[in-house]
């Protein structure tokens, strides 16, 4: 849903912040696609590359996703190897569904996402649990701790609890390859399918693995079975009671599991329960304390836990984020500490846990040292690159008075933030139609003369906001809806969409005309307008007059991500510094290739004093837009002259 | 160096800048020396110009991905305030490897807040050891700004606890197949990267 992209060579850009023409510059990938390595080879490997080899190694037929950092390598990862179905699909509930299908088949299946993706997929999990898997059956969710690029931080160990499905949670990448691996066993054998709940410091942690061969798993095929496949409350209510037998029987197989491992110690004055990244830190800060490392975490193994408990004074358990398993463990009738003493949010580390075990057992703390302090820096958040088409829009909506803007997740979220501020709201992925409409329905006296706005990408109007269109057309409501088409999926890196005529590997693929599905959603063709969100003075126009009319229209702002093999840089641009009278207009559209060189405060004729910001444009890393032109009044800003053009920058 | 330490180096800059090659550059490095190695790294919305670090920890054996503040030994910084944003990193005898690139993101440039005068400067008056270089000027006058990489490379190499030839020959494997050429110019590159921070530290280099 959001970012990211650790593997990807379009990401591998050098020094400067040109971001396209870097793109395919000094280092190359090292992996063939065609050719994976071979077994027993030992790889240096993210926790997302690992679950990918592992998908493939247990024979899966069929693997899903629709791309969310911190998991959108998984299936970027398994798009490279022979032999299955890798696709993006639109979200993660029909990647899940897509997945249940060829489990259904006796088809080994997987589908990845992030933490708020099985939100989206919690419909499709919370039955599939009850039908079970056939062919082995693997959910890999990965939650983003401390949210590095997430609307919220959650803790999907929940999801295990609420659906009554068995959790794996690896603490590394041989982990993360060796537990997949486990999970299509356990699947198949207890007929479940399984969570393998990853975290952001599993997924992009890279380290080394050994690896092995595919083995084959032909499908056993579909066997007609309405009462297992045909969810009607008479089949469910037959199906339920078998969820709860399956937990007894796999508490059972946890207390035996060599994934649950009670590392007796030799300092036992405390003693520690943890899963994931967090056994590492533990391990890391307290290397001589029993530990027992929960890999089968849930059902979680009341009988090791006990065992622990008895071979130490205090017992801690440690987890990230939620107050889960302590809770849990309590209930059991055994004491223990965990979040009274240590954080509720965010990812632990050895510095979290020391301080806080001494405080519990009564030790005195030293202060940090003040070496150890930040120095203070200026914050520097995320921008849109350089010729970003989002910043027409952003600069646009900037400029226009009396609007409430709803947004949706993606780079365009970046509009909230300086210079534009054009953004009013962002909850999760689809909201910006609901949430518009809302707003239309109901604002009172205080808001009437507001014009409403709704702004979404392409990828995320396919995921989750082509209903909310058509819930603003069916019910009557009044706002302008700004469908950003940059003909990829551009936060986490620029994955295929089914708007964007490729498929994941790249191969031409039907290309859905967004046009079309907005007028089949209810939208009158004369309120559907295509624009290209360079040209301003049309986009501004457009935009206003819009706005004007009552009821919904969608106007579709067309133009490639920079980062995609679509866009072709132009000519770019200089400032001719005796021309430039220091306005600042040029700043306002927020892009990161426009310096300033220097600042003067005059005094205007009325007496006011203003600071004008003359500047330049680092012409590395501009590529040609002409966004910036357009608003500078002293048409200060020109082509760089032809002869001083890298060559590499322009693509003829 | 002692068998059981773990070696922590912290490469920081910004999104685009091509710090995450170099660190798994590094890495391999240090594989190919037979370390246990763990690299980690918030890439997500640090991609658009943001903030990017990139963790790697290697030797016997690697519990935790992530290096914690003091405990760095070599911190490799491609910008001067994103070296200062991290500097508390270092380990009190840490080494700030530096290259003076000043890259200004638009919320200074809109006024919101000041670009740090002379972050280095700033780094050695709170006692931090620091070389800084202009990266981009060196690998200019090679005649391609792209070898700024191979020379920030470079300019490690020699405070790492392994040969410098192990880092130049994951490096020359990389550009392999981009022809003799292209690896000529990494190898001088690499080089100079090596001579830039020599130069100012003086006499022989810290490894082995």
């Known amino acids: ?652 | 160096m002692s068998q059981n330490e773990i070696t922590n180096i912290l490469v920081c800059g910004i999104g685009g800048q091509g710090v995450m090659t170099a660190t798994e550059i590094l890495a391999e490095a240090a594989i190919a020396e037979g370390h246990d190695v763990k690299k980690t790294e918030v890439a997500g919305m640090a991609q658009r110009g943001g903030v990017v670090t990139s963790h790697l920890r290697f030797g016997r054996k690697v519990l935790s991905p992530q290096i914690e503040p003091g405990t760095v030994q070599v911190l490799l910084g491609f910008e001067g305030a994103e070296a200062l944003r991290w500097s508390h990193y270092l380990r009190p005898d840490g080494l700030a490897l530096v290259n003076n690139a000043k890259l200004v993101p638009p919320v200074v440039e809109l006024g919101l807040f000041d670009y740090p005068e002379d972050p280095t400067g700033q780094m050695r008056a709170a006692g931090r050891r620091v070389v800084s270089f202009d990266a981009m000027s060196i690998a200019r006058d090679l005649g391609e700004v792209r070898l700024g990489n191979t020379v920030m490379l470079g300019a490690i190499a020699d405070y790492l606890p392994f040969s410098p030839d192990v880092l130049l020959a994951c490096i020359v494997k990389r550009f392999a197949r981009k022809g003799e050429q292209v690896v000529a110019a990494n190898r001088q590159a690499f080089a100079a990267g090596r001579e830039a921070v020599a130069k100012q530290l003086g006499g022989a280099p810290a490894h082995a």
């Open chain 1, 1 to 652: 849903m959001t970012t990211c992209v650790a593997g990807n060579s379009r990401r591998r850009f050098i020094f400067s912040l040109a971001r396209k023409r870097t793109m395919a510059a000094v280092m190359p990938q090292l992996s063939n696609p065609l050719a994976p390595p071979p077994a027993t080879s030992r790889l240096l490997l993210s926790g997302n590359e690992a679950v990918a080899r592992a998908v493939w190694e247990s024979g899966v037929r069929v693997a899903a996703a629709y791309p969310g950092t911190p998991s959108t390598e998984i299936i970027e990862s398994l798009a490279r190897y022979p032999d299955l179905h890798a696709e993006w699909s639109v979200n993660e509930k029909v990647s899940m569904e897509v997945a249940l299908g060829a489990s259904m088949t006796g088809a080994r299946a997987f589908c990845a996402m992030k933490h708020v993706g099985l939100n989206v997929a919690s419909d499709c999990l919370m039955t599939m649990t009850i039908t079970g898997a056939y062919g082995g059956l693997v959910v890999a969710v990965a939650d983003d701790v401390g949210l590095s690029s997430s609307q919220n931080e959650q803790d999907s160990r929940f999801w295990g609890r609420f659906a009554h499905l068995p959790v794996l949670e690896p603490a590394d990448s041989q982990e993360a390859y060796e537990m997949t691996k486990l999970a299509f066993g356990l699947s198949e054998q207890y007929e479940t399918p399984v969570l393998l709940r990853l975290t952001t410091r599993i997924c992009h942690v890279k380290g080394l693995v050994v690896v092995g061969e595919r083995e084959n798993h032909e499908p056993a095929g579909f066997i007609k079975n309405p009462e297992r496949w045909v969810m009607v409350p008479a089949h469910a209510k037959l199906r339920i009671p078998s969820l709860f037998q399956r937990d007894d029987t796999l508490r059972g197989v946890s207390e035996a599991s060599p994934l649950n491992v009670l590392e007796s110690g030799t300092d036992r004055s405390v003693g520690f329960v943890a899963s994931g990244p967090a056994y590492m830190h533990v391990k890391e800060a307290f290397p001589n304390a029993p530990v027992l490392k929960l890999g089968f975490s849930y059902p979680w193994p009341p009988e090791k836990v006990r065992a622990l408990a008895a071979l130490c004074d205090t017992l801690v358990v440690v987890e990230e984020t939620e107050q889960l398993l302590e809770t849990e463990i309590r209930a059991a009738g055994i004491a223990c500490h965990g979040k009274d003493v240590l954080p509720k949010m965010g990812e632990l580390s050895p510095q979290v846990l020391l301080p806080a075990v001494d405080r519990l057992l009564g030790k005195d703390v030293p202060p940090p040292a003040p070496a150890a302090a930040p120095m203070k820096v200026f914050p520097r958040p995320p921008t849109l690159c350089a010729s970003c088409p989002h910043m027409g829009i952003y600069y646009t909506l900037s400029q226009i008075k009396n609007i409430i803007v709803s947004g949706d997740i993606g780079c365009y979220t970046l509009g909230a933030g300086h210079p534009w501020n054009a953004l009013d709201t962002t909850i999760c992925m689809g909201a910006t139609m609901g949430v518009a409409l809302g707003i239309d329905k109901g604002r009172g006296e205080v808001d009437k003369n507001k014009r409403i706005l709704a702004v979404i990408g392409d990828s995320t109007f396919m995921h989750m906001g082509m209903q909310g269109l058509l819930n603003i057309t069916y019910n009557k409501g009044n706002v302008t809806v700004l469908l950003l088409d940059n003909n990829t999926t551009g936060m986490t890196g620029g994955q295929a969409t089914p708007a964007s005529g490729r498929d994941i590997h790249g191969a031409e693929a039907p290309r859905v005309d967004l046009a079309k599905v907005v007028e089949a959603l209810g939208v009158p063709n004369e309120r559907i307008k295509v624009v290209d969100p360079y040209e301003l003075p049309i986009l501004f126009k457009t935009v206003r007059d819009e706005i004007k009319i009552e009821g919904p229209s969608v106007i579709i702002a067309r133009r490639p991500c920079v980062l995609i093999d679509d866009f072709k840089p132009f000519r770019p641009y200089l400032v001719e510094e005796d021309k430039c009278t220091g306005c600042g207009n040029c700043l306002e559209v927020g892009c990161p290739a426009i310096h300033v060189t220097h600042r003067e405060k005059v005094i205007k004729p009325s007496g006011k004093e203003v600071e004008l910001a003359f500047v330049n444009i680092d012409n590395q890393a501009c590529t040609g837009c002409g966004l910036c032109v357009q608003p500078c009044a002293p048409d200060a800003i020109q082509h760089v002259p032809r002869r001083d053009i890298p060559i590499h920058i322009v693509k003829t």
